[in-house]
Every structure is written in structure tokens, then in C-alpha cells.
């Protein structure tokens, strides 16, 4: 089993479409979780961190349910510079941090 | 803002050649530095921590003779494939990790894009 996994999409909306990307994570452990934008051939982006209590950037919320071990990243009013693929990261603890990436869902908005 | 740079941004080499990629972190100190993988359509993929005057830790599955990795500053570390072949055509992207008052904030580099033929 992967230790985060995403589905790859696409998932293909219209512009002011709302959109919902799903994460899950296999190690109990994990310290911190983000999410992260990709750009066709660029490096990752951090786009925003994910807290229990869930956090909200401007049209962008996100939420974690440490219980389920499931993340979650709300899109609002879907704009067509938001196409991208976006990454689901865990912060694990192995006797050192590091972050382990999920393959990433690819949105593609059209006018 | 914290910026990470990688130099070269592309490379094309023939089947047997060493290649060195360069990492720096240009307006902080970065103690750890991390190197990732990255094949189309997959997700970044560990390949090695490094940490400044010690041994990099590589993960389970990678090389260390193969992926030679210093970390001899602060702002530096260079990863070098050594003996490429084609099947390490990847996008080679390096990280490095700002302690600050605020905790610890991981920036990435733009990346490398290798090409072996």
C-alpha cells in the first residue's frame, strides 16, 4: 500500500466550478500534511498546510480527519490558472523527518 | 522569500558520462538538504537526505555509489550521477530546509531535467 495515496484524475470542470481533491495516509504517525500545486514541468509549489481544524485560503479550504487518516482540499470558484496538478504531503517521522509525496490529481479547468 | 537554486536546469548526456547537479540555498542556511526523483506521471520520490558535514542518508532501493551525494556548505550540496544510462532520465529536484524562530520550512529548487540517450 502506498504511503499516501490520491487519485490521479483528471478531473476536468469549468471555470467557477467547485472541485474536491481526496487524500488518504497509511502511517498513524504523521506529523503535518500539505498541500502542494505542480506545474507542467516546474517543481512543487507549497500551496497551503492542513490542520484538524480545518484552514481556508481565500477560495482554497482544506481539511485533515487524523481518525479517518484523510485529507481533503476544497476549490472554489475554479479559475483556469488553477490547472495544475496538485500533491498530497505527509510529514512523517521515520527517525528523522521527511515528506513523503502522493502521485498527485490533476485538475484541468476550461473556459 | 527563502529561494533555492539548481544548476544546470537541463541536461543531455551520452550513456556512461558522470553528471553534477548543484544545489543552493541563496539567502539561508540550510543544515539538511534533501534530493528527490521524480518519473512523468509519478510523484517525487526520496532519494537521499544530507545533512552539512556528515554522510547523506539515502533510501531504501538507491544507490549510493551511483548517486554521489556532498554536502560540503551550509548553501551547497551536489549530487552526481555517476555512469548514467538511460533509464536515469528523471526530473531531479533538490530541497533544503530553513530552521527558523517560526520551525522548520522545506524549499525546493526548480529542478533538473536529465536526459540520457
Known amino acids: 500500500r502506498k504511503e499516501v495515496e490520491q487519485d490521479p484524475g483528471p478531473f476536468n470542470v469549468p471555470e467557477g466550478a467547485t472541485v474536491a481533491f481526496n487524500c488518504t495516509y497509511s502511517?498513524?504517525?504523521?506529523?503535518?500534511f500539505f498541500w502542494y500545486r505542480q506545474d507542467c514541468r516546474k517543481e512543487p509549489k507549497l500551496l497551503m498546510s492542513?490542520?484538524?481544524s480545518g484552514n481556508e485560503d481565500g477560495r482554497f479550504t482544506a481539511q485533515l480527519n487524523r481518525a479517518s487518516q484523510y485529507i481533503s482540499l476544497l476549490i472554489r470558484d475554479s479559475k483556469l490558472s488553477d490547472s495544475a496538478t496538485y500533491l498530497c504531503?505527509?510529514?512523517?517521522?521515520?527517525?528523522?523527518?521527511?515528506?513523503?509525496f502522493g502521485t498527485g490529481t490533476r485538475l484541468l479547468v476550461s473556459p | 522569500g527563502a529561494v533555492v537554486s539548481q544548476h544546470p536546469s537541463r541536461v543531455i548526456c551520452k550513456s556512461g558520462t558522470s553528471v553534477k547537479i548543484e544545489c543552493r540555498s541563496l539567502?539561508?542556511?540550510?543544515?539538511?538538504m534533501f534530493w528527490y526523483r521524480q518519473f512523468p506521471k509519478q510523484s517525487l520520490m526520496l532519494m537521499a537526505t544530507?545533512?552539512?558535514?556528515?554522510?547523506?542518508?539515502?533510501e531504501q532501493g538507491v544507490e549510493k555509489d551511483k548517486f554521489l551525494i556532498n554536502h560540503a556548505s551550509l548553501t551547497l550540496s551536489t549530487l552526481t550521477v555517476t555512469s548514467a544510462h538511460p533509464e536515469d532520465s528523471s526530473f531531479y529536484i533538490c530541497?533544503?530546509?530553513?530552521?527558523?524562530?517560526?520551525?522548520?520550512?522545506?524549499?525546493f529548487g526548480p529542478g533538473t531535467r536529465l536526459l540520457v540517450l
Open positions: 530541497s533544503a530546509r530553513e530552521r527558523s524562530g517560526r520551525g522548520e520550512t522545506q524549499y
Open positions: 502511517n498513524s504517525a504523521s506529523q503535518s
Open positions: 492542513v490542520y484538524s
Open positions: 504531503v505527509v510529514l512523517m517521522n521515520t527517525g528523522f523527518q521527511k515528506l513523503v
Open positions: 539567502d539561508f542556511q540550510a543544515t539538511t
Open positions: 544530507s545533512n552539512e558535514g556528515s554522510k547523506a542518508t539515502y
